[in-house]
């Protein structure tokens, strides 16, 4: 199961994302959105991980936890919609 992670603070680190999630069960995949001309966080990204049970445990857990004094947002990842090019 795919999740979205939002509101991560700016300097958290990859593998710190990936050992929070870590706690729950195997993280098939993990990345940190940035920004393609500053190379900074933007402040979101997604983690996969191998058993659905452990993700809604994750997402159960994680959700609305204060990190680095930001509230997470976790939730099960929407597919991506397409945009028109501009």
């Known amino acids: 199961m795919k999740i979205y992670v939002g ?3 700016f300097k958290m680190t990859l593998e710190e994302l990936s050992e929070m999630f870590e706690a729950f ?3 098939a995949d993990a990345v940190i959105i ?9 402040g979101f990204g ?5 058993e659905d049970q452990a ?4 997402i159960d857990a ?4 204060d990190v680095g004094g930001r509230a997470l947002t976790v939730n ?3 597919p ?4 028109s090019r501009r």
């Open 7 to 9: 509101n991560l603070p």
């Open 25 to 27: 069960g195997g993280v």
């Open 34 to 42: 940035n920004d393609r001309e500053t190379g900074r966080s933007k």
């Open 46 to 50: 997604f983690i996969e991980m191998s």
């Open 55 to 58: 993700a809604k445990a994750a």
């Open 62 to 65: 994680l959700n609305g936890k």
């Open 76 to 78: 099960e990842a929407r």
């Open 80 to 83: 991506r919609e397409e945009r």
